[in-house]
């Protein structure tokens, strides 16, 4: 008897504070809270059911990629397919609230703006997805990941996170968001200092990108910052360029725009690349022709035709000038010209290091191992070609060309 008495009083004492715990969390505590705290456990049980369940129907529908064509596998990306579940059973529980929580009650009010902080953290986040979605489904369209898209879409996410995070606080604090952005609007200036550099950039990275300046996949040349290679990346902050002997080098967006940087997307694009390369001619060797070198020449099939219609006197003809028709015709003879652009065999300044003839020509590709090969071959010819015209190139001595002078002026001096 006593024992129950006992256990009827423990009973009594968990009770009283079964409904204390209830009415704190906003349940009645009189007739049928117990109903309420059972439909609080299943509200939250069937919120999290839901969630699974929506996580593997898509999930499992995600395995279809493998059938669908490439914009479509962007689309279904996994993480943007559990932020479509979890967002899904969040709103659910978001209606379901008031059938386990009062809403007026302490609990209800704290559990009410977690669910709005989570909502509006959650969507800002679905809303970042669906713009690298976008701008996925942009680069897949044009075919090339090299088009400058990447900081207009860092500077939309910058712009959502921001507004977000406004909201959040307003939302914490119980203020209104205009009067958040209001008060924000007087720490600009602050704002603008503390993050100068940032906001050089952002800007410097827009111009980059909205006047085509550089994009990834061009070749620029920027001296000053020991910049020479090819883009890879693109950013807010900084533009990676790999260079010729793959080490990468970052460089900021402000650093390109206030510099002064060679971009040879332009040499790419025209179809030709350009040979402007000379060859320093002996000035003692430069003489007019005799029949006997006209008739030598003349055996040369590309000059044939030229030597037999000169005018006489045929011997007032420089061999230097036939050497540049020479050349000329040679290079039009070539598959390699690009004949659509300029091209001529022309003098420079002459100096102490004799007349530089200079070759200015486009080839009509663009492959830079071709183009040296190309070029090479070139001026391998035009040194090879002009000892028939009596012509030498011009050459600094060196110790052999000392010692063979020296060897023959002690032979003449013998004799």
């Known amino acids: 008897m006593e024992m129950n008495v006992e256990l009827a009083g423990d009973k009594s004492f968990l009770l009283r504070w079964m409904n204390i715990l209830l009415d704190w969390l906003g349940i009645n505590s009189g007739e049928g809270g117990y109903k309420s705290l059972f439909a609080a456990i299943v509200v939250v049980a069937v919120c999290v059911a839901i969630w699974r369940l929506l996580r593997f129907v898509l999930l499992r529908a995600n395995k ?3 059938y669908i064509d490439t914009p479509l596998e962007v689309v279904l990306d996994i993480p943007n397919l559990e932020k479509i579940a979890l967002t899904i059973s969040v709103i659910i529980f978001y209606m379901m609230l008031p059938l386990a929580f009062d809403p007026a009650t302490t609990l209800g009010i704290v559990v009410r703006k977690g669910l709005d902080v989570m909502l509006v953290w959650m969507f800002t986040s679905a809303i970042n997805s669906v713009v690298r979605t976008v701008f996925s489904l942009i680069y897949l369209k044009r075919k090339t990941s090299g088009a400058p898209l990447k900081g207009f879409m860092q500077v939309i996410q910058i712009v959502l996170w921001v507004v977000a995070l406004i909201i959040i606080v307003s939302i914490v604090i119980d203020k209104s968001p205009v009067k958040l952005f209001t008060g924000l609007g007087a720490s600009l200036a602050v704002l603008s200092f503390v993050f100068k550099d940032t906001i050089l950039n952002l800007v410097s990275g827009i111009l980059l ?5 550089v994009k990834v996949g061009d070749w620029i040349e920027m001296p000053s910052a020991g910049i020479d290679g090819t883009v890879i990346d693109m950013t807010l902050n900084t533009v990676k360029v790999r260079g010729w002997d793959n080490t990468i080098s970052n460089v900021s967006p402000y650093t390109l725009t206030t510099g002064t940087f060679k971009n040879w997307e332009g040499m790419f694009s025209s179809g030709g690349r350009r040979i402007c390369r000379s060859v320093d001619i002996d000035i003692n060797t430069v003489k007019f022709c005799s029949e006997e070198l006209l008739g030598r020449i003349a055996k040369i099939e590309l000059m044939s035709d030229y030597i037999a219609s000169l005018p006489e006197p045929r011997t007032q003809i420089s061999n230097l000038e036939l050497l540049r028709v020479y050349i000329e015709r040679y290079m039009e003879s070539q598959p ?12 420079l300044q002459s100096s102490d290091l004799g007349v530089p003839l200079q070759i200015y020509a ?8 071709e183009y040296e090969r190309i070029q090479a071959s070139l001026f391998e010819h035009i040194m090879a070609i002009a000892p028939l015209f009596d012509i030498r190139i011009f050459q600094r001595p060196s110790g052999s060309d000392l010692e063979k002078r020296t060897a023959v002026e002690d032979i003449e001096k013998i004799v």
Not at 336 to 347: D, P, Q
């Open 64 to 66: 279809i990629q493998d």
């Open 209 to 213: 990108s909205s006047d085509k300046m």
């Open 336 to 347: 390699w010209l690009n004949t659509k652009m300029l091209h001529m065999v022309r003098h």
């Open 362 to 369: 486009f080839t009509a590709t663009t492959v830079w191992v």
